[in-house]
């Protein structure tokens, strides 16, 4: 919350925390982030953040209860453009969709030709024609006796 709210440094920008990695005693800490932007708005956002570690682990040490407080070294998260080119290049790849309208026919038509091999194979379409087993007819019951 620091990070979006209390620091002014107009150099960071459309930052997100991805995930914090913390040594095992808790004397280090890698904050992954991920910045919106080209490649020289991400640098310039990192450089940023890392001018600020101080106070941002000033605010830390507000927050824990620790003997030491974790020194933060920022580093650039390039998982979601990944994720983004792997979505584009996947796009490019796979054949078009259909539209809903050609979807929904061969849909209808593939339940159908399940229909026909189940009623061929005995399965469920070939089952008893008068339907499930009725439940018991219901008992009288008494003034006396509670209802269920």
């Known amino acids: 919350m620091a990070i ?4 002014k440094d107009p150099r960071i920008r459309d930052v997100t925390v991805t995930h914090v990695e913390a040594s095992g005693d808790l004397r280090y800490a890698k904050v992954h982030v991920s910045v919106m932007g080209d490649q020289s708005r991400q640098e310039l956002s990192l450089r940023g953040l890392q ?7 000033a605010k830390v040490a507000d927050r824990l209860e620790t003997r030491y407080t974790p020194r933060l070294t920022f580093v650039l998260d390039q998982g979601v453009k990944k994720s983004i080119e792997v979505a584009r290049i ?9 539209t809903p309208e050609e979807t929904a026919a061969e849909a209808v038509g593939a339940e ?6 189940a009623g061929r194979a005995g399965g ?4 008893d024609p008068t339907g499930p087993p009725s439940s018991p007819p219901e008992r009288p019951r008494s003034d006396h006796e509670p209802p269920l």
Do not use: F, M, N
């Open 90 to 98: 996947l796009r490019e790849v796979l054949p078009k969709p259909e």
């Open 51 to 57: 001018h600020a570690a101080g106070y941002l682990q």
């Open 4 to 7: 979006l709210a209390e620091l």
């Open 112 to 117: 159908a030709d399940e229909a026909q091999d």
């Open 124 to 127: 469920p379409a070939a089952a």
